[in-house]
């Protein structure tokens, strides 16, 4: 299925961009776990949200994969969507061609006040037709590390899922990793590098390691030494989005977050832009962070043995 999904400027939903979508359940038949939905962005009705936009006109702003799908405990005609596999467009796409036609085919006079609109895979490929910013198009990727600017995120980036208490929810078990998954998490662990470079101490940097780039998986990225001989081991998370609706743990991973006390996963949004933002999450199996997450279990291999 394919669709197009509206985020406002001002709004009154409960969005996320690229982590999570919120809407009325008129749209629930259209919005299904696996549905391939491009962003859009309507008019602009106030100047001061110019800056925060790529066009000040109407028009497309990304793609994405409609995830797991559970119903708001608030209102129970409203519903949430993880999103996945969220790609931000460098540039927007008007809503009307060169000849001033609009890419998508309008249906009656209220058409546009849908924030949900159901449309065909022709209609999909014609709206990602322009090849600058075609979604198959190589990760974009800050060549330098002087080009970045790395905060800390004052903001969790992590949002938290609502409790389904209504069990209205719509599941979907299957995992769905982005072609570009593996370049956008190489991006996001270069960047802690370059953050762990500007913070640690001379001592502390010798003995900092890459393992995810020498190819050793010991259930996390990076470690090193710090200044009271304690080893730390980071587990890294990227994302081109804002924020996460969540994160997937290897076996491996949960098995040596379970193991080790100083065992921190960092959280990297909007890698692929200038300024990154970091969360440091301290391990979420130890301690008092154990009652602020929970786990999902996804997918299991099963073998035949006998």
């Not at 065992?263 to 979420?284: A, D, G, Q, R």
Request: include cysteine.
């Amino acid at each position: 299925m394919y669709t197009i999904i509206t985020e406002n400027d001002i709004s009154n939903w409960k969005d996320e961009t690229g982590a999570r979508y919120h809407f009325p359940n008129k749209y629930l038949k259209i919005l299904k776990p696996g549905t391939k939905v491009i962003y859009y962005k309507g008019r602009l009705t106030d100047n001061s949200f110019k800056k925060d936009r790529k066009l000040n006109t109407p028009h497309y702003f990304g793609t994405a994969i409609i995830g797991e799908i559970y119903s708001d405990t608030n209102n129970k005609r409203n519903y949430f969507a993880e999103i996945e596999n969220y790609k931000e467009f460098d540039k927007g796409i008007n809503f009307k061609n060169s000849q001033g036609d609009y890419l998508e085919p309008v249906q009656g006079v209220n058409y546009w006040r849908n924030g949900v609109r159901k449309i065909n895979k022709e209609i999909y490929e014609s709206i990602l037709s322009d090849k600058s910013i075609r979604n198959d198009n190589p990760v974009k990727q800050i060549e330098s590390p002087k080009e970045r600017k790395i905060e800390l995120s004052e903001n969790e980036l992590l949002i938290i899922k609502p409790s389904d208490k209504n069990k209205n929810s719509v599941s979907d078990p299957s995992v769905k990793y982005s072609k570009n998954a593996k370049k956008v998490g190489d991006i996001g662990e270069k960047i802690v590098l370059e953050y762990l470079e500007s913070v640690l101490t001379e001592s502390e940097k010798k003995t900092l390691k890459w393992l995810a780039n020498l190819g050793e998986t010991p259930g996390y990225d990076i470690e090193y030494e710090n200044d009271l001989e304690q080893k730390i081991r980071i587990e890294v998370k990227a994302t081109t989005a804002k924020k996460f609706p969540y994160f997937n743990l290897t076996i491996n991973e949960l098995n040596s977050a379970k193991q080790f006390d100083n065992y921190y996963i960092y959280l990297v949004s909007e890698c692929l832009t200038e300024n990154p933002k970091i969360e440091i999450v301290e391990n979420p199996f130890k301690g008092e962070s154990v009652n602020k997450f929970s786990v999902e279990p996804i997918a299991f291999k099963v073998y035949k043995t006998k």
